[in-house]
C-alpha cells in the first residue's frame, strides 16, 4: 500500500473526515502511511474521553511492533543550537538508512499548544525527507500531560517503522527530568562562555547526562569550547555516574557545520552496545514502563475525582479549606478517597 494511501474506513460524520476503525488505523501506521500515523496522533493527543479509549487500545495493539527503535532525548537552553544541531544529526541519520522520528516537548506553550510549522522551519531540511516525522507534543499547561502525550506518540512512530526517536525538550526545568525518564540516552547540549559554564551542576541536568556536547565550536568559539568540555570533564570526574558501565563523554561539535556529529552518533551506538549486553537497556525500559503506568493511574484518578458527581461541587470547597488552613491535607485525602468509596469510612473502620 502506497505510504500515503488511506486504509478502508467506517463512515465518520456528514462532510467529515472519515472515521477509521482501530484495525484501519494499526494497519496504516504498520505500513508507513503519514496520513494515518498524524491522525492517530490526533486521536492520542484529545482529551475526549472516547477518543482516549481509543487511543488506549489503539497503543495495545501496537505494542508488539515497538521498542526497537532507539529513543535519544536531547536538551538544552534556548539559543544552543538543538534545532540545527536535530536538523543536521537527522540528515547524517537518514543518509546511512535510518528513519528519524522527531518529537518536541514544550511544557512553556500554553496559549499555542506547540507549533507545527515553528517545528518544520527550524528543521527545514529534515521536515521535507520522506524519512524523517516531525510532531511536537501539544500541552494544556502541565507537563504531565505532555509527557503522557509524548509516551504514547513514541509507541505510534516507532510502530511505523521509525528506528530513531529523538525527543526534544523546548521548554526548561522539569522537562529534563521527565525526557530523561523515556529515553534511552539523553544528551545535554552546553555553550561555551556567557556565564554558563558549569550552571548545569546547579540544575541538575549534568547528573541526567549520558553525554554532554558544547555546541557552536566554530570559527572564535573554537577554543573556548575546547576549555569548557575540559571543565565539564571535571565536573563529571566527581560525579557518580548514572550508570556502572558508562562514563559520560563530552565533546565539541558544531551543528552549523556538521563537525562532530558522526563522531557523537558513534558514541550514542557504543553508548547502546554497551547498556544493551549489560542488560541495563532492559531494566531502564522496563523501569520507565512501570513509572509511565504509575504516572497515567495518578492522571485517571485526579480525573475520576473531577468527575465523580459526589465531589463536584465538595472538593473546591476541601481545596479552600486546605488553603486556609482550616482542613490538613491528608484528612482532605481520606476524605476524598471515602467519597470515592476507595476507603472505608471512618465510622465503618471503628
Aim: charged residues 25%; neutral net charge; aromatic residues 2%.
Amino acid at each position: 500500500m502506497s505510504s500515503d494511501r488511506l486504509p478502508a474506513a467506517s463512515p465518520g460524520r456528514p462532510g467529515g473526515r472519515p472515521t477509521l476503525s482501530l484495525e484501519a488505523l494499526a494497519e496504516g501506521i504498520r505500513s508507513g502511511s503519514r496520513a494515518v500515523l498524524a491522525q492517530a496522533i490526533t486521536l492520542v493527543e484529545s482529551s475526549h474521553p472516547a477518543h482516549q479509549a481509543r487511543a488506549r487500545a489503539l497503543v495495545q495493539m501496537l505494542l508488539p511492533e515497538t521498542g526497537k527503535a532507539w529513543r535519544v532525548g536531547i536538551t538544552g537552553v534556548p539559543g544552543v543550537g538543538k534545532s540545527t544541531t536535530i536538523d543536521q544529526l537527522g540528515m547524517n541519520l537518514i543518509a546511512t538508512g535510518h528513519r528519524v522520528a522527531v518529537l518536541a516537548v514544550d511544557p512553556t506553550s500554553r496559549r499555542t499548544g506547540g507549533s507545527i510549522l515553528g517545528d518544520k522551519t527550524r528543521m527545514q531540511r529534515l521536515s521535507q525527507e520522506r524519512s524523517a516525522f516531525i510532531r511536537p507534543s501539544p500541552t494544556s499547561g502541565t507537563l504531565g500531560g505532555v509527557a503522557r502525550r509524548t509516551r504514547e506518540t513514541m509507541t505510534l512512530v516507532e510502530a511505523a517503522g521509525f528506528d530513531v526517536v529523538i525527543v526534544e525538550t523546548v521548554g526548561v526545568g522539569q522537562s529534563e527530568t521527565a525526557v530523561s525518564e523515556m529515553v534511552d540516552f539523553f544528551l545535554v547540549l552546553l555553550l561555551a562562555g556567557g556565564g554558563d559554564d558549569l550552571q548545569g551542576i546547579k540544575k541538575g541536568i549534568i547528573e541526567l547526562a549520558d553525554m554532554i556536547a558544547i555546541n557552536k565550536s566554530d570559527g572564535a568559539n573554537t577554543e573556548p569550547a575546547t576549555r569548557a568540555a575540559a571543565e565539564y570533564r571535571g565536573a563529571l570526574n566527581i560525579l557518580t555516574p548514572a550508570s556502572p558501565s558508562w562514563q559520560p563523554p563530552v565533546l565539541t561539535i558544531s551543528g552549523r557545520d556538521n563537525r562532530g556529529l558522526y563522531q557523537l552518533w558513534e558514541r550514542i551506538e557504543e553508548h547502546a552496545r554497551i547498556m544493551t549486553a549489560s542488560g541495563e537497556r532492559d531494566v531502564r525500559r522496563r523501569r520507565q514502563a512501570v513509572s509511565w503506568m504509575r504516572e497515567m493511574l495518578t492522571d485517571r484518578l485526579i480525573e475520576t475525582v473531577r468527575a465523580t458527581p459526589t465531589l463536584a461541587q465538595r472538593l473546591p470547597e476541601i481545596e479552600a479549606e486546605v488553603a486556609a488552613g482550616r482542613l490538613a491535607p491528608s484528612v482532605a485525602v481520606e476524605e476524598i478517597l471515602e467519597r470515592l468509596a476507595i476507603v472505608p469510612a471512618q465510622a465503618e473502620r471503628a
